[in-house]
C-alpha cells in the first residue's frame, strides 16, 4: 500500500481546477461551468481551518474557480496515472488556475499541495481525508501553504482511482488543493450548517447554500446561486424592490438588477433596501413564468395554463415541463446511453439530461464525465488498460473490434491524458455510431413523447366506449403509454372495464365482429371483411388484437380527425409559449397551446411537438391575412421552415394549416 505527498507549490503567482469523480453529488454552474465542492472537500476545509484556528488566523473560503481547477487535475492524475504538479499539456497551477477563470489579477498569490492515500477498504474516505490532512500537515512545504496567513481561498478537489507506487499500484485518493490571494473577483462556494448561518458573497458569481437552518443570505453582486435550505432563510438586497426585476417562477425564482442576477432555491423572504416580504408575494400571477435576458430553462407546471416568456438569450421554453423530443440534444442522450451503459434512457433519466444539455447547464462532455464516473460504466470498464478499455467499448458499442489505427491512435490520446469520458463521447457520437442507432433512437422519441399518444387514447375512447374521453382519463392513459406501458395492454385494460363488457363480453365472434364494425366504424361489416376477421379469429387472433387494428384502421383514423382537433380545441387554450430574441427551443406539451412569434424575437426557433389543436400566434407581423403569413413558409426535409426577416421558425415534422395561424 501508499501514501505519498508532493513538495508543495507556492509561486508569487497562480492556480488551477475542472471534472468530477469520487462518490458525491458534485454539481456545475452556468456560465462558467465552475463546481462545488462535495461533502468530503468541506470536511477537508473543516480539518484545515480547525488547524488554522489554532494558530489565530482567518478560515479559507471555498473558492469556486479554484475548485474546477483542483478537481480537473485530481481527475487528470488518476487518467493518466500520474502524480506531479506538471499537468496536461505540460500546464503548471498558475495555468490551469487561469484557465478555470479564477481572477488574479492586482495583488495576488497562488500556491498547490497535492496528496494520495491508499485506500483503506472504507466505502466513505473520510479516513483517507484524515490521512491526506495529517500527512500535509506533517509535511513543512505543504504545512507552509495550509498555514499561509496571505492566502484567503482554497478549492479542494478530491479523485478516486488507481495510482502506481514504488511498492505496487493500488486504488487510492488523490488531492489536490489550490491556495490564492487576489485583488480580483472571487466566485465563493460557501455553505452553512445546521444553524441558522449568515453568509454573504463579494461581488463574483457565488453558490451560496444555507443547509438547516433560519439563515441569512447576501450575494454581494455578480451571478449567484443561492440555495437556503431547510428552515426559513431570508435573501437580504442592498437595492429598493422598485430597482429588482422578478423573473422566473416562485418555484425557481430570478432576481435581477444592474450587476446581479440571483437563481433562488428555498428562500422564504426578500429583504430589500425599503422592506422585507415574503418570496410568495413578489409573484402576483402564478400562471407567468418570466425568463431572464439570458439563457433560461423554462417549465410550465403541466396542471394549469402558463405564459412562458423567454426573453433575450437562448432558451429553452416547455409547457407541460417535459418534451424536447426529435431534436438533436434528445438524441445525443439517447446515443450516449447506449455507449455508456449499453441500454436505452430510462424516461425520467432522458428527459433531465435534455433539459440540462438544451439549457447550457451542461455541456455534452460533462455530461460525459458524469455517465463514465457511474459504478454501472465503471463495473465493466474500470480495471481496465488503456488498450483494453478502447477494444472493448468499440465491440460493446460499434459491435467489432476496432482497427489497428483507430486503436493506436484512441490509446495514444489517452495515453497523452484525454479522459476516457472524451473516448467514449468520440465513439458515441461517430457517424458509424449514429447510424446504428438512428432507428431505434427514433423509434424511443416517438414512444415516449406524450404528444405521440393523444390521437390513439382518443380513438380508444371512442372507438370502445363510443363516447369522448374525461380529461383526467386521457391525460392518464397518455402518460401510462408514453412511460413505456405497450398499447395492447392498454387495450386489454380498456376491455376488462365494465363499460366495455357490457356491450361486448358475452358475444360469439361474429357478433363481436359485427358490434365493432358499427360502433366503430359506424356501419354493418361488408362480406369480405367479415369473412377475413372471422378466419383469423378462429385462427387464433386475440379480440384485443382486433380491436386494436380496428381503432387504428386508417378509415377510423380519418373518420375521427375532425372530432380530435373539436374535441382538444373545445377544452381551451392552455400554454402560451412567447420567445424573444435568440435561438430557442419550444414544446408545448398535449394541450392546445399557443405559440407566439414576433419581427422582435430575432433568431432561430424550433418547435418540436406542434399538434393540429396549437395555435400560432402571428398577429405582430402585420400582415394582412393568413395567405401572406403562409407564403412565408415552406417544407423543408419533412418540417416546415417560417422565415420573415431575421426570424427563423423550424416547426418539426409538422404542416402549419390555415385555421391553425392567426394575424
Known amino acids: 500500500m501508499g501514501d505519498t505527498v508532493c513538495g508543495g507549490y507556492s509561486p508569487a503567482a497562480g492556480m488551477p481546477r475542472s471534472a468530477d469523480n469520487v462518490s458525491r453529488a458534485k454539481q456545475d454552474r452556468t456560465p462558467e461551468m465552475t463546481t462545488t465542492a462535495s ?65 488574479l489579477s492586482g495583488t495576488w498569490r497562488s500556491a498547490e499541495n497535492i496528496a494520495a492515500v491508499s485506500v483503506s477498504g472504507t466505502s466513505s474516505y473520510y479516513d483517507e481525508v484524515d490521512r491526506l490532512h495529517t500527512n500535509l500537515m506533517n509535511s513543512p512545504d505543504h504545512y507552509a501553504n495550509l498555514m499561509d496567513p496571505r492566502l484567503t481561498v482554497i478549492g479542494i478537489g478530491i479523485s478516486l482511482g488507481p495510482l502506481t507506487y514504488d511498492t505496487g499500484r493500488f486504488n487510492s485518493v488523490l488531492v489536490t488543493q489550490n491556495f490564492a490571494m487576489t485583488g480580483g473577483l472571487v466566485d465563493l462556494d460557501l455553505a452553512g450548517g445546521s444553524g441558522p448561518d449568515v453568509l454573504s458573497g463579494q461581488g463574483g458569481d457565488d453558490f451560496i447554500a444555507g443547509g438547516a437552518g433560519n439563515d441569512t443570505l447576501n450575494g454581494g453582486g455578480g451571478t449567484d446561486t443561492v440555495d437556503g435550505g431547510a428552515g426559513t432563510d431570508t435573501l437580504v438586497l442592498t437595492q429598493d424592490r422598485d430597482q429588482v426585476t422578478v423573473g422566473g417562477t416562485e418555484a425557481a425564482p430570478l432576481l435581477s438588477a444592474p450587476g446581479m442576477e440571483l437563481s433562488l432555491l428555498g428562500v422564504e423572504r426578500v429583504r430589500f433596501g425599503d422592506g422585507e416580504v415574503a418570496l410568495a408575494d413578489l409573484y402576483g400571477d402564478p400562471g407567468e413564468i418570466t425568463g431572464t435576458s439570458g439563457d433560461d430553462l423554462l417549465e410550465g407546471t403541466g396542471a394549469d395554463a402558463n405564459t412562458l416568456m423567454g426573453l433575450a438569450g437562448n432558451d429553452v421554453l416547455l409547457g407541460d415541463g417535459r418534451g424536447l423530443y426529435g431534436t438533436d440534444v434528445s438524441a445525443q442522450v439517447y446515443r450516449l446511453y447506449a455507449a455508456v451503459f449499453g441500454r436505452e434512457p430510462d424516461v425520467n433519466g432522458h428527459q433531465a439530461w435534455v433539459k440540462l444539455l438544451a439549457s447550457g447547464a451542461r455541456t455534452l462532455e460533462q455530461v460525459a464525465t458524469g455517465f463514465v464516473n457511474a459504478p454501472e460504466f465503471q463495473a465493466t470498464y474500470g480495471a481496465t488498460t488503456n488498450t483494453e478499455f478502447v477494444t472493448l467499448l468499440f465491440v460493446n458499442v460499434l459491435g467489432r473490434p476496432p482497427q489497428a489505427a483507430g486503436l493506436n491512435g484512441l490509446v495514444g490520446n489517452l495515453d497523452s491524458g484525454m479522459s476516457r469520458a472524451e473516448v ?115 385462427g387464433g387472433m386475440t379480440r384485443e388484437t382486433l380491436v386494436e387494428r380496428f381503432v387504428q384502421s386508417p378509415e377510423f383514423v380519418a373518420g375521427t380527425e375532425g372530432d380530435l382537433i373539436a374535441f382538444m380545441r373545445g377544452l381551451g387554450a392552455d400554454d402560451v409559449l412567447r420567445p424573444d430574441a435568440g435561438d430557442d427551443l419550444l414544446s408545448g406539451g398535449l394541450w392546445a397551446d399557443t405559440f407566439v412569434f414576433a419581427p422582435s424575437g430575432d433568431g432561430m426557433k424550433t418547435v418540436t411537438d406542434l399538434e393540429p389543436w396549437d395555435s400560432i400566434d402571428m398577429t405582430g407581423f402585420g400582415y394582412a391575412d393568413v395567405g401572406e403569413a403562409m407564403a412565408h413558409m415552406r417544407a423543408e426535409d419533412g418540417d416546415t421552415v417560417f422565415e420573415d426577416g431575421a426570424v427563423r421558425v423550424v416547426f418539426l415534422d409538422a404542416e402549419p394549416e390555415a385555421a391553425m395561424i392567426n394575424v
Request: net charge negative; glycine share 8%; hydrophobic share 40%.
Open 39 to 103: 461533502d468530503l472537500e468541506r470536511y477537508m476545509l473543516d480539518l484545515i481551518n480547525a488547524d488554522r484556528a489554532t494558530q489565530g488566523l482567518e478560515p479559507l473560503l471555498l473558492e469556486l474557480n479554484l475548485n474546477t481547477s483542483a478537481q480537473a487535475h485530481s481527475d487528470w492524475m488518476v487518467a493518466t496515472d500520474t502524480f506531479d504538479h506538471e499537468g496536461v499539456g505540460g500546464s503548471n497551477p498558475t495555468d490551469r488556475m487561469r484557465a478555470a477563470d479564477m481572477d
Open 424 to 538: 467514449v463521447l468520440i465513439i458515441a457520437e461517430s457517424a458509424e455510431h449514429q447510424a446504428k442507432r438512428a432507428g431505434a433512437q427514433a423509434d424511443f422519441d416517438v414512444a415516449h413523447d406524450p404528444t405521440s399518444w393523444v390521437d390513439d387514447v382518443y380513438r380508444l375512447y371512442r372507438g370502445i366506449f363510443d363516447r369522448e374521453p374525461d380529461v383526467g382519463g386521457l391525460d392518464g392513459w397518455v402518460t401510462s403509454l408514453a412511460g413505456g406501458t405497450a398499447f395492447q395492454t392498454v387495450v386489454a385494460q380498456f376491455m376488462a372495464s365494465p363499460e366495455f363488457q357490457s356491450t361486448y363480453g358475452a358475444t360469439t365472434d361474429a357478433d363481436f365482429i359485427t358490434l365493432l364494425y358499427q360502433n366503430v366504424l359506424g356501419r354493418s361489416p361488408d362480406a369480405g371483411g367479415f369473412a377475413a376477421w372471422s378466419s383469423q379469429l378462429a
